[in-house]
């Protein structure tokens, strides 16, 4: 039995909120203390790109990529529980032992 950090990243902000509330229920169901969810900030990523591949050097369009984070600390649990989670498409999982 050991204590997880459990990172939780996705492209959207409702999908992350859905996912996290999922996470806590489960483990919470378990009967193990749960530590969360914190906040983390949201990167933003901005790619530009021309319009026009010869000419209007000038004539540019801007795309966002927003990754929102979330933060779980889940006490005295294996690592096999957090592995049967089901999460949606477009979330990724990251354990880390502490």
């Given at each position: 039995?050991?204590?997880y950090?459990?990172?939780?990243?996705?492209?959207?902000g409702y999908?992350?909120n859905?996912?996290?509330?999922?996470?806590i229920?489960y483990?919470s169901?378990?009967n193990?203390?749960?530590?969360?969810?914190?906040?983390?900030p949201?990167?933003?990523?901005i790619?530009?790109?021309l319009?026009?591949?010869?000419?209007?050097?000038?004539?540019r369009?801007?795309?966002?990529?927003y990754i929102?984070?979330?933060?779980?600390?889940v006490?005295?649990v294996?690592?096999k529980?957090?592995?049967?989670?089901?999460?949606?498409?477009?979330v990724?999982l990251?354990l880390?032992?502490?």
């Amino acid at each position: 039995m050991l204590n997880y950090k459990i990172q939780i990243k996705a492209f959207d902000g409702y999908i992350l909120n859905i996912s996290v509330i999922k996470i806590i229920n489960y483990i919470s169901k378990q009967n193990i203390k749960v530590n969360g969810p914190i906040t983390l900030p949201t990167k933003k990523k901005i790619y530009t790109i021309l319009r026009s591949p010869h000419v209007h050097k000038k004539s540019r369009e801007q795309f966002k990529l927003y990754i929102h984070k979330r933060f779980v600390v889940v006490y005295n649990v294996k690592s096999k529980i957090l592995k049967k989670m089901d999460l949606p498409s477009g979330v990724k999982l990251k354990l880390k032992k502490c």
